[in-house]
């Protein structure tokens, strides 16, 4: 206690080093995330297009009236579910499985890790253009190796969700990898043991041991994996631009058409709203596990 | 029975591992398709079956840093023997340099905006996080949960708002837009993950240099920074990558001056023929960095991943 009294009295007090530390970043954070949303609350309440030149013009919730009674809209939701559900269970079953797989002593294991691990740290957007290339057609890898002849993925309206979806599962489910290894380690030998002298079934002992044991850690990955395909741009929107048609338009996609070529400024930033409060409740959610994973 | 056992299990290892090998391989066929495509003859790129063996050249490089026209008729044999070699390969595809291409801007756009916005946010975010970790805030958990949530928005959902102000202020399209934007989506990880390194330092070493007539930030200074060394390089690499790969905000935000790579090596793709090997090119220098960043990261992959969350 003297020390920190007497620290004090010669440097900064310990107060003051707290509040110098914390309060700028706060404030930053604050001016570049928090001021614009109410910028745009207050514009969703607006009929208004930056470009126009015209000043807004108030009309209450019909942006959100009109944007709820808006099939395209609840189409592009629709579009966003199954991506969202196709995706995040390919990679569920593929990264738990690989994990599966990878838990034993296996020679190079690190070095086999660590090269899975490379996609998941690149640009989507730069990912989503070379899986193009792999796709094409005609001369592209994928329908080479799988002697499909001239199949069309990217341009086809029934399977190209289908194929973004595959180029997610190709990038993320290594990230599910990760987290597994991470709970499947963690796993105490001696339950095996046991279960072993019990004489219990290989499919009993992952049934009641494993399972239950990695299950908070999957959960996470599961969550911030749903939340992503939930928010995908970049992948989808290199790869197909939402289309063709409206076939992956997804709303994000969809959003951004709003907001941009289209300059529906007051009615995309309702949209915006719509959608930051499902990431909100889904992010909240997010942050909940992972506290309970760090305290334990 | 434990004979029985044991060699079924020897026998399930076994097939594991043949299975790991093989998923491995399919794995890496992306990433090793567009290595060799970067290195491919434009004729060798798009064949059926697909081109494996191929004299490896780097015209995909020289096209990728160079805008060219088509050669109206052939180089006098003169010309092209005082041609450069990167000008020779160019008059063999049939076309010949007119001027430097955007590349190279894109890339050093890249690096500065990546560079400037991660020490930016490290900075903050490593203050932050002491503070954060070694004093009491009221509502601290609150505070936290809202500098990781600004971390969740959807790019598109904050990018009208901020476009918006950024017109107003001229910000569009300058690197000072996208500093700002980048910091920000980085400051909320390096708090989280240098609070979990410097939560980890043992609060003893600073009572004890307090006790020798440090001052606090001294304290912080010369004993909590060089103990947190290796997490304040990871927490760097990790916000560089993510500033390196972001796409969302650079398209929306810029569209020449300031522009980052991400945006422009999809915007090659033009009409037209495509030259898909200048693409891989440009894809390769783009994606090359990272994975070299990803070997050097590798023991502290999942705590990135999880902000810090999970250690190990």
Request: aromatic residues 14%; hydrophobic residues 55%; proline residues 5%.
């Amino acid at each position: 206690m003297t020390a920190t009294a007497s620290a004090a009295r010669r440097g900064l007090s310990d107060l003051a080093i707290r509040n110098v530390f914390i309060i700028p970043t706060l404030v930053f954070l604050i001016l570049i995330n928090i001021f614009p949303l109410f910028y745009s609350l207050i514009l969703s309440f607006a009929d208004y297009s930056a470009v126009s030149g015209k000043p807004p013009d108030w009309i209450g919730i019909r942006n959100y009236r009109e944007l709820l009674h808006d099939p395209h809209v609840w189409e592009s939701f629709y579009i966003t579910l199954k991506y969202v559900i196709i995706s995040v269970a390919g990679q569920l079953v593929v990264g738990f499985g690989v994990a599966l797989l990878l838990n034993r002593d296996i020679p190079g294991k690190g070095t086999i890790t660590t090269l899975l691990l490379v996609p998941m740290m690149m640009s989507m957007a730069i990912v989503g253009l070379f899986w193009k290339l792999l796709y094409s057609p005609s001369w592209g890898i994928i329908n080479y190796l799988l002697g499909l002849k001239n199949f069309v993925w990217i341009s086809n309206p029934d399977v190209a969700l289908l194929a973004i979806a595959i180029t997610d599962i190709w990038m993320w489910s290594p990230f599910v990898m990760l987290l597994s290894l991470a709970g499947l380690s963690a796993i105490p030998q001696h339950l095996y043991e046991a279960a072993a002298i019990d004489r219990a079934s290989r499919w009993f002992t992952f049934r009641r041991i494993t399972l239950p044991l990695v299950t908070p850690l999957l959960l996470i990955a599961v969550i911030f994996r749903t939340m992503e395909a939930f928010k995908t741009f970049d992948l989808a929107f290199i790869m197909t631009g939402g289309g063709p048609g409206t076939a992956t338009e997804l709303i994000a996609i969809k959003l951004y058409n709003m907001a941009f070529p289209q300059w529906q400024t007051g009615k995309s930033c309702a949209l915006a709203y719509i959608l930051l409060i499902m990431i909100i409740g889904i992010s909240n959610i997010y942050i909940k596990y992972l506290n309970k994973a760090k305290e334990r | 029975m434990a004979a029985v056992e044991s060699n079924r299990s020897r026998f399930f290892n076994k097939f594991a591992i043949v299975v790991v090998l093989i998923l491995m391989v399919i794995y890496l066929i992306p990433l090793y398709w567009i290595g060799s495509t970067a290195f491919k003859p434009r004729s060798a790129a798009t064949t059926v079956p697909p081109t494996v063996i191929f004299k490896p050249e780097v015209t995909p490089f020289i096209k990728l840093f160079t805008k060219r026209v088509q050669l109206r008729k052939a180089v006098s044999k003169e010309k092209y023997e005082k041609a450069k070699w990167y000008e020779k390969s160019v008059y063999d595809g049939g076309e010949r340099i007119i001027a430097n291409s955007p590349f190279l801007n894109r890339l050093i756009n890249s690096i500065v905006i990546a560079g400037i916005s991660t020490f930016l946010a490290l900075t903050f975010g490593t203050f932050t996080a002491y503070g954060f970790s070694r004093f009491k805030v009221k509502g601290e958990n609150d505070w936290l949960f809202f500098i990781l949530s600004t971390r969740m928005l959807p790019p598109v959902v904050v990018a009208i708002p901020i476009f918006l102000m950024f017109r107003n202020i001229g910000l569009v399209d300058t690197h000072l837009g996208l500093i700002l934007l980048y910091m920000a989506l980085n400051l909320s990880f390096c708090v989280w993950l240098m609070k979990g390194f410097i939560d980890e330092i043992p609060i003893e070493y600073e009572e004890a240099a307090l006790v020798d007539g440090y001052t606090r930030f001294e304290a912080f200074w010369k004993i909590v920074l060089p103990q947190s060394a290796t997490g304040i390089a990871a927490t760097a690499v990790f916000s560089f990558i993510t500033a390196w790969n972001e796409y969302a905000f650079a398209l929306m935000m810029t569209n020449r001056k300031a522009q980052t790579a991400p945006p422009f090596i999809p915007s090659q793709l033009g009409s037209g023929m495509i030259d898909w090997t200048t693409i891989a090119a440009g894809t390769f220098i783009f994606l090359f960095p990272v994975a070299i960043f990803t070997f050097l990261l590798r023991k502290h992959l999942l705590r990135g991943v999880t902000f810090g969350a999970i250690r190990k």
